[in-house]
């Protein structure tokens, strides 16, 4: 009987819950835990407090922070981010700068460093593992493998990464087949959600199109605006 370890425990466990991604909803699960953690003992750990100074929060996960309600705990982290960000910043701000005459406009990007996360990093860093875990399984578990190839795919992103992490064609071809399939049967399912709309079609059966909307955009953004409150 296969070992559940670490990390293929999760990833099992999403699998048997099954769904459009599988993968999604366990990284859901996973940044819920990490924000937690990061506003829990995280607060007084000096390695986790020198990676937050050191990249601070993106726009996204700043806010989510802000929301769990414990500000005391934000406010420790974001001062002392806060501080090394300006120490930063009246470094870069005082080096001369090179005159460029008649140099070509060019749209504004972010600076380096401008849209670190030390969230987002933790975050991706273990997803990147659970895509390996899930190729590992697939190749090794056959019953992963028969609830896999029989599952509803993933979402873009996630399949994405499932194939990065993929050595052999065998797996690839399983992956890609089964997405294109999911992503045409979303495709048609949505297809028919905007032809309800036509008064023709008012008294024809939904089948499975009436939330096609939120499934499509998750397979195609990662994020099921139903669970958001969008």
């Known amino acids: ?24 909803a366990l990284r859901d699960q996973t940044e819920a835990e990490y924000l937690e953690q990061f506003l829990g003992g995280s607060v007084m ?14 726009a996204r996960h700043f806010a989510q922070l802000y929301e769990s309600g414990n500000h005391l705990g934000l406010a420790l ?17 005082a080096e001369p700068r090179k005159e460029r005459l008649l140099a070509p406009r060019r749209p504004r990007q972010p600076e380096t460093g401008m849209q670190s996360c030390a969230l987002c990093e933790r975050l991706n860093a273990t997803m990147d ?20 190839d029989g599952s509803l ?10 194939l990065a992490a993929s050595p052999g ?12 399939e999911n992503l045409r049967r979303v495709e048609k399912e949505l297809e028919w959600f905007t032809l ?15 939330d096609a909307l939120p499934r499509a955009i998750l397979k195609l953004a990662g994020i099921n605006p139903r669970d958001k409150g969008e």
Not at 1 to 18: N, R, W, Y
Not at 169 to 180: D, G, T, W
Not at 196 to 210: E, I, L, S, T, V
């Open 169 to 180: 064609n065998a797996m690839r071809e399983a992956v890609i087949k089964l997405e294109l």
């Open 45 to 58: 750990v000096p390695a986790a407090r020198v990676l937050v100074n050191e990249k601070g929060f993106c």
């Open 196 to 210: 309800k709309f036509d008064y023709r079609n008012q008294d024809k059966p939904w089948g499975n199109a009436k």
């Open 129 to 148: 593992r659970y895509a390996s875990t899930t190729v590992w399984l697939w190749k090794n578990d056959d019953g992963f493998r028969e609830r896999f």
């Open 77 to 93: 982290m974001t001062h002392t981010h806060l501080k090394e960000k300006i120490a930063g910043l009246e470094k870069r701000w």
């Open 153 to 162: 795919g993933l979402c873009v992103e996630h399949t994405e990464a499932v």
């Open 1 to 24: 009987m296969f070992s559940q370890h670490i990390d293929t425990a999760p990833v099992l466990e999403a699998f048997a819950k099954g769904g459009e991604c599988p993968l999604c």
